[in-house]
């Protein structure tokens, strides 16, 4: 098993170009969130899902949009980037919520936005 | 905000030394997860201990947990290079809506 992938591993942006992160994972996960870590502030939640169509906001999801067409599947979006969103992108999922379960992460996508 | 913090947020250490380290949290959690980060990668879990255990014990891990004073501590018994890290804690709190809330974590630096 892959486990958690990312696509892609590394994305220099300029200001106000989108695009779209990929995470897939093949361990028939429900849930799946995509977090972001800064330095010194350790992994904040952006948005996660709770199942195949649905998702919901975290902690800073604004500029940020999510989609989870197929279970398998979580895709992060930025409409517009900006500077204050160059940060590495970790995504990760779980076969339930709460401290039951644990999470499994993927290996990250670093985002420069310039 | 940030539900847990670790304390120190650096360590460095000899080889065969200990390492412990600490984590605080504010309200009132179900439970708590460790989390090991290697530099330039992905988080893994490492152990997982409950709102109603106070130590648990995992090869060289030994996690213990105070709720009365909302604080964890993560101890590595004779260290190895290999455990080079960020070390996090994740808290699960109602509060959050039991969603995981990160630290900023501990950065362990194993001298061979």
């Known amino acids: 098993n892959a486990g958690v992938t990312q696509t892609p591993k590394f994305r220099v942006l300029k200001t106000g170009q989108s695009m779209t992160l990929l995470c897939a994972q093949d361990m028939n996960h429900e849930y799946m969130y995509w977090y972001r870590q800064d330095p010194g502030m350790g992994l904040r939640l952006i948005h996660y899902?709770?199942?195949?169509?649905?998702?919901a906001k975290g902690e800073v999801p604004d500029g940020y949009n999510v989609s989870r067409l197929k279970k398998q599947n979580f895709l992060l979006g930025l409409e517009s980037a900006a500077p204050s969103q160059t940060s590495v992108y970790f995504c990760?999922?779980?076969?339930?919520?709460?401290?039951?379960?644990?999470?499994?992460f993927g290996p990250g996508t670093r985002l420069t936005v310039t | 905000s940030q539900q847990g913090e670790e304390d120190p947020q650096a360590l460095s250490i000899q080889e065969g030394e200990n390492a412990t380290m600490n984590c605080s949290y504010k309200?009132?959690?179900?439970?708590l997860q460790w989390y090991r980060q290697n530099s330039g990668r992905g988080l893994v879990h490492l152990i997982l201990?409950?709102?109603?255990?106070r130590e648990k014990h995992s090869g060289r891990l030994r996690v213990t947990l105070d709720t009365s004073k909302k604080s964890s501590s993560l101890l590595i018994t004779a260290s190895r290079a290999a455990d080079t890290a960020s070390y996090f804690c994740a808290t699960d709190a109602r509060a959050a809506g039991n969603k995981l809330t990160f630290g900023g974590g501990t950065r362990v630096l194993v001298k061979p």
């Open positions: 309200t009132s959690i179900n439970n």
């Open positions: 201990i409950r709102s109603n255990e």
């Open positions: 990760a999922s779980s076969a339930g919520t709460g401290i039951i379960y644990e999470q499994y």
């Open positions: 899902s709770v199942g195949e169509g649905t998702t």
